[in-house]
C-alpha cells in the first residue's frame, strides 16, 4: 500500500501562485510515477500532469502547460506541482496519485489516490 497525502492547497486571486505537495510513504517502489489529478465541481477528474519517478519525464494536460511545472524530489518521497498565473478554470480538487506512469497518461488510472486539496481561484 502506498499513502498519499497533499497539501498547498488554498484561495487565491487569478494571476497568483500556489504551490502543492504530495508526500508518498508505505510501498513506494511497487510505482514507477506520481502525479496530479483535478476535479472541478460539476465535472469529471481529469488529468493534470505526472512525473516518472527515475527517468524524470514529465507530461502536462494542455490547458495547464507552460504554468504548471512538476517535480520530485525521491530523497523525501514527495512531488510538487507549482501552479502560476492560476485562472478561475484552474478551481477544483486536485488529487495526488501514483501508479504506472503509461496507465496514468494513457488510461487516467492510478493504483493510490490522496484525498485531495482546494485550490480555488477567484477574479
Known amino acids: 500500500q502506498v499513502q498519499l497525502v497533499e497539501s498547498g492547497g488554498g484561495s487565491v486571486q487569478a494571476g497568483d501562485s500556489l504551490r502543492l505537495s504530495c508526500a508518498a510513504s508505505?510501498?513506494?517502489?511497487?510505482?514507477?510515477?506520481m502525479g496530479w489529478f483535478r476535479q472541478a465541481p460539476g465535472k469529471e477528474r481529469e488529468f493534470v500532469s505526472v512525473?516518472?519517478?527515475?527517468?524524470?519525464?514529465?507530461t502536462y494536460a494542455d490547458p495547464v502547460k507552460g504554468r504548471f511545472t512538476i517535480s520530485r524530489d525521491n530523497a523525501k518521497n514527495t512531488v510538487y506541482l507549482q501552479m502560476i498565473t492560476l485562472k478561475p478554470d484552474d478551481t477544483a480538487v486536485y488529487y495526488c496519485?501514483?501508479?504506472?506512469?503509461?496507465?496514468?497518461?494513457?488510461?487516467?488510472?492510478?493504483?493510490?489516490w490522496g484525498q485531495g486539496t482546494q485550490v480555488t481561484v477567484s477574479l
Open positions: 496519485a501514483a501508479g504506472s506512469y503509461s496507465n496514468i497518461i494513457n488510461r487516467q488510472l492510478a493504483q493510490y
Open positions: 512525473i516518472h519517478l527515475s527517468g524524470g519525464s514529465k
Open positions: 508505505g510501498r513506494t517502489s511497487s510505482t514507477n510515477a
